[in-house]
């Protein structure tokens, strides 16, 4: 095990559903149905000239994982804070539905179901998302605490969502969760019952 890899998704042996190390470009994930899986989507800029543009994950149906549902990353691992580095430029999450999510963390995770690592350009929108185990929706902003690199037009929307029972499992953050580089626009969301 590596702690380079970040706090919630293991090595880069960790498997997923769709999963991309590395590069991309105006990729879609629409409209497909995930269940009982250990993890549906995973997309990292590992590489410190790696990029990911233009994605869209939107419509699709995910029921009872294991670590998570959909996360996607920056190439900045804990720790890190001089670049280069890969970055996640623009992102979009919307209209998924979600439910029994991150039951079996792995050893680093809690569960999360919707993870997104420093985004600069970021809207999670129309989601409904019951019974996660971790937060609902989690997000890290732009850049980590400390990282010497330059995010200067960063901007997060996350609004009309609704997380409903979620918590379940891990406790310090919230049904749902946005912290470091900004701005964050939270507003219209319902974040029901968290644990």
């Not at 409209?31 to 000239?49: D, M, T, W, Y």
């Not at 691992?77 to 919307?94: A, C, H, Q």
Request: glycine share 12%; with cysteine.
């Amino acid at each position: 095990w590596s702690l380079g890899a970040g706090p919630w998704i293991g090595p880069d042996v960790d498997p997923a559903c769709i999963r991309l190390l590395g590069s991309g470009t105006g990729i879609q994930i629409t409209q497909c149905r995930f269940e009982h899986v250990n993890l549906p989507i995973r997309l990292k800029a590992v590489g410190s000239s790696d990029a990911l543009r233009d994605l869209l994950i939107s419509d699709n149906d995910i029921r009872y994982t294991d670590h998570g549902a959909i996360a996607v990353e920056d190439g900045c691992d804990w720790g890190k804070v001089l670049p280069p580095m890969g970055r996640l430029y623009d992102l979009r999450i919307l209209r998924n539905r979600l439910a029994h999510v991150g039951m079996r963390p792995n050893r680093f995770g809690q569960g999360h179901a919707i993870m997104v690592q420093n985004a600069e350009r970021l809207e999670v929108a129309g989601n409904m998302l019951d019974r996660c185990w971790g937060s609902g929706i989690f997000v890290f902003g732009a850049k980590r605490s400390g990282a010497v690199s330059d995010r200067p037009l960063s901007r997060l929307l996350i609004h009309h969502n609704k997380v409903t029972n979620s918590m379940l499992n891990t406790n310090d953050w919230g049904g749902i969760e946005t912290w470091q580089g900004g701005p964050a626009y939270v507003y219209n969301n319902i974040s029901g019952n968290p644990g």
